[in-house]
């Protein structure tokens, strides 16, 4: 198809000198300088950034059941406004995704939806309960060939039950992605635990709750030799945890929110309930902890968390708003501000954490590669010198509940291609 | 400048005067055979509460009718808020009747607060006690309170603040609202604060805060021109944050005893309902040095004066004059 043929003049290969790159029959067909068309759709490129198409490990999609919030079709076409090629759904749907047939519906849907990949994450427990495994293996085995299980937005408290799972995966390769949170530290918890809630009396969520959950993990990780993932990092000292961890040689790796990389609980003193999240936003202190991991590689990537929340659920005192907040149309511009413009990463380094190792750690096939001829043409074209205030009336996403509406970022994703079909043209979905 | 009153840390120590000042000059109608001023007719009070507080409720309710405003009480119990209307909702339909001020009692941290800043409603709000943030008519009538018992004189300490006065909070901090506003405003008037509780029940970060935190009372009690007796309730124990009631009673309650440790001078707050036997003995209850029901009292006029700035002045502002200029000049 003429259409899926295009040529990109002008690209910076993960930031390095310019070169065009062909993109025909879904591959990466040719790279050079001087290449002449043929026919191909010309995309000048002007020196911008091209990656390899984003990955996310942790992506609420909202369906089936949440389908006011968002569905698999307005979440991957925002994933793809975001420079995403392929999304992992998490699996705290109505109904969970903890049998074959549910993920076989989400990974179904994703499919119809063209604009990106979508690799379900199966629950480890029934109904996220933490009493009794799912089946793990059926959701293995089927159509969506499931390889990450959690329970996220719940914690998997029970020693047991996790040692279990953690083991268990082992047949296939899998890995359990843990929502660390102890549940009795966190009872009626509304924000971080420390000098900002103190003073606006609402309850605390302490970093410790989190720590001695991954504390516990990758001693478990290590006694059973399995793979652990920890969703959502957000504090220094479980930074330090992890990086003990791994000075041991033990598989465990780690995620780290665009928010949590930027934003404090300083901001909750509005009591807007936007930036309520979970776990919680945390001092500047870990925010600065979290970037030093993310640059030196303790915190393996990024993933969004991307928890899309209808407007009246937002629109309320604290008390009664849900926790979450949107990442997937903003998470490479807090990216470029946080890390790359702050010179603590290089666009290299964010192929690296924004796809190669979130794809390696999902196990997922044909994402994350290098961009190099005869490589999936999944890729995404950033303009770096683009700077602008975020609209939320401009998202995809159907819901709004964006922290950054007004800020200014920078970065701005021009074009995303999915196997060689361009999914965002100029900066806008096709 | 400020149309509602939503923290005690948003008043400046005039902003504070002033209200007590204004309480002062009101407190006088109490004395009059007719209560009643008629300085707030044709202005709508809406008393929102989403929690119960008959005590707190009825004082304001009494401060706005004694200023001849026409009051609305709202109550969650058997309303539409009970059936899942939102707070933003019942908000709009009382901006639709013309609430000219609402007073929100609310179970969440920052709901008054939201209220103010969301744009739902264009009239003033009075945060009457919001979760286990603030509740800053509560400090500001133990201000007025202290000041009358301990600064004094004849005019009840007309232009004065609480300079180098030393006043002790015993109990739970962390879940108290009273504890919250009245730090913030006893050291905005000048006073010395100092908190007493188990360490179970003082908040991570209250390191920060303007004020001492100690955790035994025998030493404190000596240096207290003031002590507040807080509330504990008897549920904390189920969550381990002590013991047993009578542990706590041993360790933090007044009773005669502790009580004699105080300086003469000193005097017992309590912001009720007491838990007698718990935090307070009836011995110290029942005395001469408690002001319980003084501070019941000292609420209606304070209650007054907050609603009367906030309504009544050209601009509705906190710091705008008081109704009649026969305060002593500021000296401070």
């Given amino acids: 198809m003429s259409t899926d043929t295009h040529l990109i003049r002008g690209a910076r290969i993960l930031g390095g000198e310019p070169a065009d790159v ?18 191909a759709e010309v995309i000048e490129a002007d020196g911008q950034i091209l990656l390899p ?44 995704a903890d049998t074959a047939g549910v993920v076989e519906q989400v990974w179904r849907l994703g499919k ?10 199966g629950a480890v427990t029934i109904g996220l309960e933490g ?40 047949a296939f390769d899998g890995v359990v992605a843990q929502h660390a949170q102890e549940p009795r530290l966190t009872e009626g918890a509304q924000m971080n635990e420390g000098v900002v809630s103190a003073e606006l009396g609402l309850g605390g969520w302490p970093a410790v709750a989190e720590e001695a959950i991954i504390a516990r993990d990758v001693l ?14 957000s504090t220094a000292g479980s930074v330090e945890i992890v990086r003990w961890a791994k000075s041991k040689g033990w598989n465990v790796t780690a995620e780290v929110t665009p928010h949590h990389l930027l934003l404090t609980d300083e901001l909750v003193r509005s009591y807007d309930p936007v930036y309520k999240v979970n ?29 899309p929340h209808p407007h009246e659920d937002k629109d309320c005192e604290w008390g009664a708003a849900a926790m979450g907040m949107l990442g997937l149309e903003t998470a490479l511009s807090v990216v470029q501000h946080t890390m790359v413009d702050t010179g603590l990463l290089d666009w290299a380094g964010v192929a690296d954490r924004m796809s190669f190792r979130p794809a390696a750690i999902g196990r997922l096939a044909g994402h994350g590669r290098p961009v190099s001829v005869g490589e999936p043409a999944n890729l995404t074209l950033v303009d770096p010198s683009y700077r602008g205030a975020v609209d939320s009336a401009r998202f995809a996403s159907r819901s709004r509940n964006t922290p950054y509406q007004g800020r200014e970022l920078p970065g701005r994703v021009t074009h995303t291609f999915l196997r060689g079909r361009a999914t965002v043209m100029d900066g806008k979905l096709v | 400048m400020k149309r509602h009153l939503i923290s005690a840390a948003d008043l400046t120590r005039d902003d ?62 058997g309303s539409s808020v009970s059936k899942g209307e939102s707070l933003k909702d019942t908000a709009l339909t009382l901006e639709a009747m013309g609430a000219d001020a609402v007073v929100i009692r609310h179970h969440d941290s920052g709901a008054p607060h939201r209220l103010a800043t969301s744009g739902w409603i264009g009239g003033s709000v009075v945060n009457a006690g919001d979760g286990t943030h603030e509740h800053p008519t509560q400090a500001l009538l133990d201000a007025f309170t202290l000041r009358r018992r301990l600064v004094g004189g004849a005019d009840g300490g007309v232009g004065r603040d609480l300079a180098g006065r030393r006043v002790t909070i015993v109990g739970d901090i962390l879940h108290s609202r009273v504890a919250r506003s009245g730090v913030h405003l006893l050291t905005t008037l000048g006073a010395e604060v100092t908190l007493v509780a188990p360490p179970t029940l003082v908040p991570i970060g209250a390191g920060r805060w303007p004020c001492e935190v100690s955790y035994d009372l025998d030493a404190v009690l000596p240096k207290s021109d003031a002590v507040m007796m807080l509330r504990v309730q008897r549920e904390r124990m189920q969550a381990a944050f002590f013991p047993t009631e009578r542990e706590y009673a041993r360790r933090y309650g007044l009773d005669g005893r502790r009580m004699a440790r105080m300086p003469d001078h000193a005097v017992v707050m309590h912001p009720g309902p007491m838990n007698r036997g718990m935090e307070i003995t009836a011995e110290v209850a029942d005395s001469d040095r408690c002001t319980a029901v003084e501070q019941v009292a000292n609420g209606v006029s304070i209650r007054m004066a907050v609603l009367y700035l906030l309504l009544s002045g050209a601009e509705s502002a906190v710091g705008t004059p008081a109704p009649t200029p026969t305060r002593s000049e500021e000296t401070e």
């Avoid at chain 1, 879904?26 to 002449?36: D, F, K, Q, R």
């Avoid at chain 1, 478990?220 to 990092?233: E, F, K, M």
């Avoid at chain 2, 008393?47 to 009051?71: C, H, M, P, Q």
């Fill in chain 1, 22 to 39: 062909r993109i025909a029959d879904g591959t990466v067909a040719e790279i050079g300088t001087g290449l002449t068309p043929d026919g």
């Fill in chain 1, 53 to 96: 198409g984003l990955v996310d490990l942790h992506t609420h999609l909202r369906e089936p059941g949440r389908e006011d919030s968002e569905t698999v079709l307005t979440g991957t076409r925002a994933a793809a406004a975001g420079g995403y090629t392929a999304v992992h759904a998490m699996a705290n749907t109505f109904p969970v």
């Fill in chain 1, 112 to 121: 119809e939806s063209g604009y990106c990949d979508v690799q379900p994450v």
């Fill in chain 1, 131 to 170: 009493k009794q495994l799912a089946e793990l293996g059926a959701m293995h085995d089927s159509a969506a060939s499931v390889r990450v299980f959690s329970d996220d937005g719940k914690c998997v408290d029970d020693a047991v039950i996790m040692r279990r799972a953690l083991e268990y995966v082992k």
């Fill in chain 1, 220 to 233: 478990l990780a290590a006694h059973v030799d399995s793979r652990l993932h920890i969703c959502h990092l």
């Fill in chain 1, 279 to 307: 776990p919680p936003l945390r001092t500047e202190a870990d925010v600065m902890a979290l970037r030093e991991a993310l640059a030196d590689g303790t915190i393996d990537c990024v993933a969004t968390d991307h928890a």
């Fill in chain 2, 16 to 77: 504070a005067v002033l209200i007590l000042d204004t309480a002062e000059e009101l407190a006088r109608v109490a004395d009059r055979t007719i209560r009643k001023l008629p300085t707030l007719r044709g202005r709508t009070v809406v008393n929102l509460f989403f929690e119960d507080s008959t005590r707190t409720r009825i004082s304001f309710e009494a401060a706005a009718k004694r200023l001849s405003a026409d009051v609305i009480n709202f109550s969650a119990k």
